[in-house]
């Protein structure tokens, strides 16, 4: 009984301490993110941090997770190029996609799907951008400490070379590349033979599209917002960029709902998910520019997918003017496509902002401006609780199912064509995480992005 009784109080004892250490760090957290850089209370932060960081430690060291997801092949799932005798894949359509390759380097490929023939590849040195990523790492802690960063935006920033992810890959004529990385990282073009050219200067996530003009519009934050340094929300921010990576335009998402008065009705009036990196009222997650006139749009215009309201925006940079938005019926969507003068496509993820888990199934909707009609396609072949990318050609489509790894080739009456994923480098039985892969068609031997 004695031993009992002594075990017991060495058991309450561990158990007060180890509450009493994560009721202070939680403590320290809340009056650090308030703007009180106390030693002690940072000290305390950093313990609260403990168990993630450890967990990432580990996962960056020891498992493929960052770059590899579970695929279980059979014979309606293949590896890219295995299509060599299915009449219905085209010969003539490629891949652009990132492959992790080693501790030192990714791989962008431009790939056959039908055949697995590699037309192009660049090399890709993942060392000079963890650099990078070191030095945005301390920019951002100090901008913590003097209040003008959420205090966990680091969390974005990966410690290891095989935790970088290039992401969104752009093929240009002269077979340059444009490309970001990760979630919280710059913009960089590489030439032809995979020298680094230039990088942005501001940070970037998410998406990278290209206008008729040739200049590129990605998501990225405003560090500078009062009002968001004061309640310790995430700002985004849209971005544009000329071919040499010089600034032509930016602009908060604050400010853009803020100078339309929309932001107190639809943003302040509203639930905000809170994230360890801080308040994110907006998730800016594709920035879409139109190529031509249509019925309800103009040349320049963007359109924006805001995840965490479930919108979708059209916005005119040129007169600082939100012209149309709508709030679903998609649900924490991603990648907004122009189909023609008066429909876009979106990609529904369909998923519940309770458990982030997908309700049935994800899709691709279809809105109509001239009918205010919305079609709902695909429904009950993929779910993306995140992410996700369509590109829409003329008889089929290509569907990315980012969080499984697996890609979708169907025609347009639904039908599934073939079903693929890419080997992982160093485990095949694996699938390489897809990171926004594009579609070209070539055509007497120009590689034309879909």
């Known amino acids: 009984m004695a031993n009992f009784i002594k075990y017991l109080r060495k058991t309450l004892l561990i158990f007060f301490i180890t509450w009493g250490v994560i009721w202070l760090s939680m403590r320290a957290f809340n009056k650090v993110s308030k703007g009180d850089q106390g030693v002690f209370n940072r000290v305390l932060v950093e313990l609260y941090r403990a168990p993630y960081n450890i967990k990432l430690w580990y996962n960056e060291n020891f498992l493929n997770e960052f770059q590899s997801t579970d695929v279980k092949p059979s014979d309606n799932i293949k590896p890219l190029g295995m299509f060599y005798d299915n009449d219905k894949v085209k010969d003539s359509i490629y891949l652009l996609h990132s492959v992790y390759h080693d501790q030192n380097n990714t791989k962008v490929l431009l790939q056959n799907i039908k055949t697995g023939t590699i037309e192009k590849s660049w090399n890709i040195s993942l060392e000079v951008i963890r650099k990078d990523f070191d030095s945005i790492r301390k920019s951002i802690r100090l901008k913590s400490k003097t209040g003008e960063a959420t205090l966990n935006m680091d969390f974005y920033i990966p410690s290891t070379n095989n935790a970088i992810l290039i992401r969104t890959p752009f093929m240009l004529k002269d077979s340059s590349l444009i490309f970001h990385s990760q979630y919280l990282g710059f913009v960089y073009k590489i030439d032809k033979n995979s020298k680094f050219i230039w990088k942005s200067k501001r940070l970037t996530h998410h998406s990278l599209e290209v206008d008729s003009y040739g200049n590129f519009w990605t998501c990225s934050y405003d560090f500078e917002n009062q009002k968001k340094n004061l309640y310790k929300y995430r700002d985004d921010a849209i971005y544009g ?5 010089n600034e032509i335009f930016f602009k908060s998402l604050s400010q853009v709902f803020k100078e339309n008065k929309l932001f107190k009705s639809l943003i302040e009036s509203s639930p905000i998910r809170n994230t360890k990196s801080g308040l994110d009222p907006f998730h800016l997650n594709d920035v879409q520019p139109v190529f031509k006139n249509g019925k309800n ?6 359109f924006l997918s805001i995840r965490d309201k479930s919108m979708v925006l059209l916005y005119r940079p040129v007169s600082n003017e939100i012209v ?8 924490k969507q991603h990648d907004v496509n122009i189909e023609n003068d008066s429909i876009i496509s979106i990609f529904n993820n369909n998923a519940s902002f309770f458990d982030n ?9 279809f809105y109509d401006f001239t009918s205010d009609e919305t079609r709902n396609k695909f429904q009950g072949l993929f779910s993306s609780a995140t992410e996700g990318r369509q590109t829409i050609m003329e008889d089929q489509i290509l569907i990315e199912e980012t969080n499984a790894g697996l890609y979708y080739l169907l025609g347009n009456e639904e039908n599934l064509i073939g079903k693929f994923y890419v080997p992982f480098a160093l485990d095949s039985s694996r699938a390489q995480y897809p990171s926004w892969s594009r579609v070209y068609q070539k055509d007497n031997g120009v590689y034309l992005e879909q």
Do not use: E, F
């Open 241 to 245: 960029l000329d071919k040499n990576g």
């Open 297 to 302: 749009w103009k040349k320049d215009d963007l």
């Open 324 to 331: 149309w938005y709508k709030i679903g019926p998609w649900n």
């Open 357 to 365: 888990k997908v309700s049935s199934s994800s899709s691709i909707m």
